[in-house]
């Protein structure tokens, strides 16, 4: 099994930044990729980001481009999402979740999940 807890959520004005993490524990070993994803009230949980585990492959959706980045820490088992130029429309609750392979668009084939994080954005 692994754990993932992410942290770094909360209210931004729109055009501010936060950085969300996210640790891992358990069994390590066995993540290939983890992602991020978002959902609001009504709707279906959505791609924004993902990283290869061992490579520096990255993936975003097209609504982050130029503004998210992730990145990984290894050694601390710890992945990042670098939120920028944060929009009304970036508020949601922000699930990190990590993959036993490299397919990393699709929420059906991750393994595990976090608990998810709050972020607010107001206009």
């Known amino acids: 099994q692994v754990q993932l807890v992410e942290s770094g959520g909360g209210l931004v004005q729109a055009g501010g930044s936060l950085r969300l993490s996210c640790v891992a524990s358990?069994?390590?070993?066995?993540?290939?990729?983890m992602g991020w994803f978002r959902q609001t009230p009504g709707k279906e949980r959505e791609f924004v980001a993902a990283?290869?585990?061992?490579?520096?492959?990255?993936y975003y959706a097209d609504s982050v481009k130029g503004r998210f980045t992730i990145s990984r820490d290894n050694a601390k088992n710890t992945v990042f999402l670098q939120m920028n130029s944060l929009k009304p429309e970036d508020a949601a609750v922000y699930y990190c979740?990590?993959?036993?392979?490299?397919?990393?668009?699709?929420?059906?084939?991750?393994?595990?999940w976090g608990q998810g994080t709050q972020v607010t954005v107001s206009s």
């Open positions: 979740a990590a993959n036993k392979g490299v397919v990393v668009k699709n929420e059906r084939v991750y393994d595990y």
């Open positions: 358990g069994r390590t070993f066995s993540i290939r990729s």
């Open positions: 990283i290869w585990w061992n490579e520096d492959s990255t």
